[in-house]
């Protein structure tokens, strides 16, 4: 059986969850481990990008993310992370208001990896308010879905 929101398997384990994490870390750890690290080449060494889900973070994660944000970089990224093939393009960190995260999505974003920013908001109507279906649940493709494997 299959849960309806994540596509993962309703029985799975947390041994299964770490198995499922870590059985591709050897390709990787590589990309966060580059020093000058290059968006577009690293593109170019993504194996099967058709079926992954691909981000483009924000900050610097060499910077354990406090820098500040550069949303600037998911735009300017984004035409190389559509033609990688990947049917996921997600836009991660540093989306602090509604209307840059209704900005990434009409863009062409198909998923916004945000968490502070929306949690901390007085107000999250004021997010869903911002652009249709900012909040609405949105399917990950199903060839891009969890396995067992």
């Known amino acids: ?65 406090r820098d500040p944000a550069d949303l600037s970089r998911s735009h300017a990224l984004l035409p190389a992370v559509r033609a990688s093939g990947t049917p996921c393009p997600v836009s991660a960190s540093g989306i602090d208001t509604p209307s840059a995260a209704a900005g990434l999505l009409a863009a062409g974003y198909r998923g916004l990896l945000t968490g502070t920013a929306l949690l901390r908001s007085e107000d999250p109507g004021v997010w869903s308010a911002a652009g249709p279906g900012l909040l609405a649940e949105r399917r990950v493709p199903s060839r891009v879905a969890c396995s067992q494997t």
């Open 1 to 65: 059986m299959i849960e309806g929101s994540t596509m993962c398997p309703v029985d799975w384990t947390i041994q299964a969850a770490r198995q499922a994490v870590t059985y591709d870390l050897h390709l990787l750890l590589p990309l966060l481990s580059d020093p000058d690290p290059d968006p577009e080449a690293e593109l170019e060494r993504v194996p099967r990008p058709g079926d992954c889900v691909i981000a483009v973070n924000n900050k610097d994660i060499r910077a354990r993310e």
